[in-house]
């Protein structure tokens, strides 16, 4: 199946001699929720910054539906349409005064009637929870209601692929759950979920593939392969999931139930311990 997004081959200096990427190949397909991981200043926002067009590779190529992205204004903004990224920190995206005025601006810029414009604003709102503030001066907002505003401008631009650098950066454990909530009624609603996270267990537990950024390239696979992989996960400094490991333990007893998250962990040992 061709995938609705792919790198090909990317490489990327912001300085010579210094590359970021060297020939990193990703591919993201429609449904397929994929987690990239690595370290600090290895080359993740670099990465999402190249596929949604906001930086050119110094070799290689972005492919959109299996064609090459031209790098017109036409090429870029049927790029934009499909594509949508969110950055780290949500004041690096939002410049408007009000919430509804924030998030009408990619429909708007698009040249969509007014009412249309509307409706995809208030559905925006909608699906990220944050209609009742509407009105709201955007430099009033919290932390978490300001990433909440940053996704649903995205959001409103209805992408196939919701890109998100570090979503969950700076959210406390319950604004955590709820964003990966709303992450999991857009990819029910039909947009693809993309994210970069530090976290493992996040990784492991909300992830079809992952991909992992390190010394320039990508590996890419299914979760439950790649996090168990000692060796590239300490290439890229990171720690292992604890959940792989959980599950050859439970395999080796004859336990069947993989936990993914430490509520369901703590139900199979409550149950285990109820069966001695």
Known sequence: MTPVLAASGL???YEPGRPVLTGADLELHAGRRV??????GGGKTTLFRLLVGTLEPSAGQVLLDGAPVRRTRRG???LRQQVQLVLQDPDDQLFAAGVAQDVSFGPVNMGLPADEVARRVDGALV?????DLADRPTHLLSFGQK???AIAGAVAMRPRLLVLDEPTAGLDPAGVEE???TLAQLHAAGTTPVLSTHDVDLAHRWADDVAVVASGVVRTGPADAVLADADLLR???LGPAWAPAVHRLLARVGWPTRPRTAAELHEVLAEVLSER
Do not use: D, E
């Not at 987690?35 to 600090?40: E, F």
């Open 11 to 13: 490489a990327f200096s």
């Open 35 to 40: 987690a990239v991981l690595g370290p600090n």
């Open 76 to 78: 870029l903004t049927t």
């Open 127 to 131: 699906a990220l929870g944050i209609a």
């Open 147 to 149: 990433k909440r505003t």
């Open 179 to 181: 964003l990966l909530v």
């Open 235 to 237: 290439s890229a400094r």
